[in-house]
């Protein structure tokens, strides 16, 4: 198993409420990318919200392989956004990418 650091971005179509950002990161706590050596070392953060409503979530993930690692992160960030209150409709998500290749604390 290897660990990697992917991002994947998206779009807030509307407003977002800090309740609801909040939310989505508590549910991706686990998945923080603080918990690698890359993540620490760059001060990667699990959400960042730019100007635009565009969005990136960064999850540390554990697979065999990219494309595995890759669809782990995209079900784990629509997972988050749809418990969080968010449709595809409210937060389209893009392709999903490796950031790095790292180890776990």
Known sequence: M???VITVPGTFLHDVTEEQRSGVERRLRPQDPHHTGLG???ELDLLTVQEGNT???RLHIEAHDRADAEAQAVHLAESALREGG???EDAPL???AVTGIGSAY
Do not use: D, M, V
């Open 40 to 42: 620490e070392a760059e």
């Open 94 to 96: 893009g392709p999903a």
């Open 86 to 88: 968010l449709t595809a």
């Open 55 to 57: 969005f990136s979530i």
């Open 2 to 4: 290897t660990t990697y």
